[in-house]
């Protein structure tokens, strides 16, 4: 089941297409994060999600909060992805697929591969709370962006 408004998030530690390490829990106190699961790197609708994000990021910033994007796809991966497409959010690797496990944002079986990240969205606030959450069975559909942005006004 995934994880519901008013949940505590579950913190994690991934790294981003430098092999850092990136840790949910050190923005608490400090910024809001949203959390972009998308199911695979260099496909059209993740592509075009994440370049539109880029684009619109100052929006997020005023916000005060942090755009992270995370897939099942490994690092390497992930940084050619934002070179060749002008990707600007960090990229975080679940190449476990422990994360989007733990969010329960996960596919069974999409196209024949297990544990693919769902496409989903999720606002944790700076007390770790999760404010806002969208989770797709549909790996087409969008998440809500103005819902997103509207919760992140709220805070």
């Given at each position: 089941m ?10 994690f530690?991934?790294k981003n297409?430098?092999?850092e ?7 608490k ?7 972009l699961?998308?199911?695979?790197a ?7 999600e ?6 619109g990021?100052?929006?997020y910033a005023?916000l005060?909060a942090?755009?992270?994007g ?5 690092p390497f ?13 960090p990229?975080l690797s679940?190449?476990n ?5 733990a969010?329960?944002a ?7 591969f297990?544990?693919?990240a769902?496409?989903s969205?999720?606002?944790?606030d700076k007390e ?9 069975d549909?790996?087409?559909?969008l ?7 509207a919760?992140l006004?709220s805070?």
């Amino acid at each position: 089941m995934a994880i519901q408004p008013g949940d505590q998030a579950p913190d994690f530690t991934l790294k981003n297409t430098s092999l850092e390490e990136v840790i949910l829990s050190s923005f608490k106190g400090q910024r809001n994060v949203v959390i972009l699961f998308v199911p695979f790197a260099f496909t059209g609708v993740c592509t075009q999600e994440l370049c539109d994000i880029t684009q619109g990021l100052s929006a997020y910033a005023e916000l005060d909060a942090e755009v992270l994007g995370i897939s099942v796809d490994s690092p390497f991966t992930q940084k050619a992805w934002a070179e060749k497409e002008g990707i600007g959010i960090p990229l975080l690797s679940d190449l476990n697929k422990e994360v989007s496990s733990a969010f329960g944002a996960q596919f069974d079986n999409l196209l024949g591969f297990t544990g693919v990240a769902k496409r989903s969205a999720f606002v944790v606030d700076k007390e770790g709370v999760v404010r806002y959450a969208s989770v797709s069975d549909d790996p087409k559909v969008l998440p809500d962006f103005d819902a997103i942005k509207a919760c992140l006004k709220s805070l």
